[in-house]
């Protein structure tokens, strides 16, 4: 009976589902209470009934797009944030509005790719890994130890965790090795080691606040 | 309408937002990351240069000025790595080292290469119908008859080069004179 009722509700709504992200959620998460995963299929009933089956296909393969454009900068990884702006940015106007929940679940639904994509936090950072890679709990640390700065040094890194010179350089060599940190030697005493997915979100942020 | 005089392009340079990133301006120890570095580099010389009309740069000089220095980073990029870099677009036919031999201090910047500018230019020649005239270089890069034209005011030894092109395709005969600007060049069908 409740089935029947939200199947109703969604054929009547279909449009306002497409348009209005923030209905689009809730509708979803009433899906899901309901035992109902719409986005399970892509030829599921609900799915079609929604009618989100090309939507997220569609921003599966926008969210693809800009990760591989953008690997070899940043290494394979980069902020939630600076991905729904970019999508934002690229998406014609008057296609159907983006939010975060969106991206969340376009990216569950690429899990089965090889390209590994997940997200992945690093203190109150989010973010979207697109390639096949763990990380260690050293460079987790790191990470999150850098997550308002951009940047450490191998200093910063001693004080913060107390590890001696041998597994700071190791932690620091797979990080430049996975192309997710770039260094920067204007201080050749302390050099500085610049997450460029972090340092991208800030810069892109502040970008376009400036073009407004 | 397209830019068709040989001043630079109004309107300021858009730089890349990589641009403001301090570790772009150091040479990057991973071979993958200095890669892609020297991409972005040799991209945004082209265009810098491309932008501001600029045909030629000396290393020692270049690198305290925009595009090698960002002074609102206080980042510049050192002579040996920009070396490297000139030696990219060299490869690419992009670049060509001049100067001592193998001093590799001064270079042309090709942001068009000698060919581009060479068919421009026989192309103009032939809607005006100046084939098989005499005409000085200096007509060509700054005479009236070339205003409007991308080549008016162009460098002398860029216009130089892509005149030798011509020679080479067996287009145009350059007859020398007692300088540069007195040469001479025929064209022809």
Not at chain 1, 121 to 145: H, I, P, W, Y
Not at chain 1, 153 to 160: G, I, L, P
Not at chain 1, 177 to 191: C, F, H, L, Q, T
Request: proline content about 3%; hydrophobic content about 40%; charged content about 25%.
């Amino acid at each position: 009976m409740m089935k029947d009722n939200l199947e109703d509700f969604v054929r009547e709504h279909q449009r306002d589902i497409r348009n209005n992200p923030a209905f689009r959620v809730q509708v979803q998460r009433m899906c899901q209470l309901i035992g109902v995963d719409p986005l399970s299929s892509r030829k599921s009933y609900m799915s079609e009934l929604l009618g989100v089956g090309d939507f997220y296909c569609e921003l599966g393969i926008q969210i693809i797009d800009i990760c591989v454009a953008t690997r070899s900068i940043n290494g394979g990884l980069m902020d939630l944030d600076e991905l729904l702006r970019r999508l934002i940015r690229r998406r014609l106007k008057g296609s159907e509005p983006v939010v975060e929940d969106d991206i969340r679940r376009a990216i569950s639904q690429l899990k089965p790719l090889k390209g590994g994509y997940k997200i992945v936090c690093f203190g109150k950072r989010k973010m979207v890994q697109s390639v096949a890679r763990e990380m260690n709990s050293d460079q987790a640390k790191v990470m999150t130890l850098a997550q308002y700065t951009c940047k450490f040094t191998m200093e910063d890194v001693r004080v913060a965790f107390g590890w001696d010179e041998d597994r700071i350089h190791s932690c620091v060599d797979d990080m430049l090795r996975s192309g997710i940190v770039w260094m920067d030697e204007y201080n050749e005493a302390y050099p500085e080691y610049w997450v460029m997915a972090f340092f991208s979100q800030l810069n892109s942020a502040l970008t376009m606040a400036n073009a407004e | 309408m397209s830019n068709t005089t040989a001043v630079p392009t109004p309107g300021a340079f858009q730089f890349p937002e990589i641009y403001n990133f301090p570790p772009l301006f150091t040479r990057q120890p991973n071979e993958s990351t200095w890669q892609e570095q020297r991409r972005q580099w040799c991209d945004l010389i082209l265009a810098y240069y491309r932008h501001n009309r600029l045909y030629s740069l000396t290393l020692a000089e270049a690198i305290t000025e925009p595009p090698f220095t960002n002074r609102q980073i206080h980042r510049s990029l050192r002579v040996d790595v920009l070396r490297e870099l000139v030696d990219d677009l060299v490869k690419q036919g992009n670049a060509s080292w001049t100067g001592a031999k193998n001093a590799k201090d001064s270079c042309l910047v090709l942001w068009r290469k000698p060919e581009v500018w060479a068919s421009m230019i026989y192309q103009w020649a032939n809607e005006r119908g100046l084939f098989n005239t005499v005409l000085t270089v200096f007509e060509l890069a700054n005479g009236d008859d070339t205003v409007g034209q991308e080549f008016h005011n162009l460098d002398s030894v860029t216009l130089r080069r892509a005149l030798d092109v011509l020679q080479s395709q067996g287009k145009a005969q350059l007859f020398v004179g007692t300088s540069d600007e007195d040469m001479g060049v025929k064209l022809f069908a």
